[in-house]
């Protein structure tokens, strides 16, 4: 498994936690993932003026792609990001669409959980807006693109690794982009148990706040064995060949 955690894909900010750009990683076949395109985070709404002029200014963000559920969105807001020029769509990330909106159905109890199965609802429950996502990362003009949920570790994660698996990004890389957050976990534990929404988190790396590469390569090993990748999977949910390709395209160079 690779060992370099690429500190490069970082990006810093005052009062975000955990934003990685998704460039920089090798691609099966040849190239490796362009940087400035698509962005993974924790939440953005304590972000500060600075904050925002960094992601609006130097990254170029023109789109914000919320994952979390409505109530979590209710409670806790955007600040200042719900005030900027930028498109924010949000498409949550959930077990099922029929399922309760409230963001402690996500996990009921937060300090025993298989993260691997949870993984595998979350992706069963949000194929169109998966394919959504993906739709608005292939449009030029909605770039460069950040999607995030609470942590940017679970819902984030599984946004992630589809892109990435679709593009053909080795799995063990995937994982290694994923057990990245491991290095801001704590800081993200507690800007989060400090929200309405959050309290009562357990402490870092256990319970849903553990990383390990293992519960992404097993998610994987799954999304093969039931769906034949992240490519195939996408064209089950809706998404044309020609987009797929696009796809690649966007994030690929």
Not at 72 to 99: C, F, T, W
Request: some cysteine.
């Amino acid at each position: 498994m690779p060992t370099d955690s690429m500190p490069n894909r970082w990006i810093d900010f005052a009062q975000i936690d955990n934003v990685r750009d998704l460039g920089g990683l090798p691609v099966t076949g040849g190239g490796t993932t362009r940087f400035g395109v698509v962005l993974r985070s924790s939440t953005l709404q304590q972000a500060t003026c600075e904050d925002l002029s960094h992601l609006m200014v130097k990254v170029g963000l023109r789109t914000v792609i919320d994952l979390r559920l409505p109530d979590e969105v209710e409670r806790e807001g955007y600040g200042l990001i719900g005030d900027a020029d930028l498109h924010i769509a949000n498409l949550p990330i959930r077990k099922s669409p029929q399922s309760s909106l409230a963001a402690r159905d996500l996990v009921p109890d937060k300090t025993r959980v298989d993260l691997t199965a949870l993984y595998g609802q979350l992706l069963a429950g949000s194929g169109e807006h998966i394919v959504e996502a993906v739709r608005l990362i292939i449009d030029p003009d909605r770039r460069a693109v950040l999607f995030h949920c609470a942590a940017g570790k679970d819902r984030t994660g599984v946004l992630a690794a589809v892109l990435l698996d679709a593009v053909g990004v080795p799995a063990e890389f995937i994982a290694d982009d994923y057990a990245l957050t491991n290095e801001r976990m704590r800081r993200v534990r507690d800007r989060l148990d400090a929200l309405p929404s959050y309290a009562g988190l357990p402490q870092a790396n256990t319970g849903i706040l553990a990383v390990t590469a293992d519960v992404m390569l097993r998610f994987l090993d799954n999304l093969y064995a039931d769906h034949g990748g992240a490519a195939k999977w996408l064209l089950t949910q809706g998404l044309s060949e020609t987009e797929l390709e696009q796809l690649r395209d966007t994030l690929v160079g």
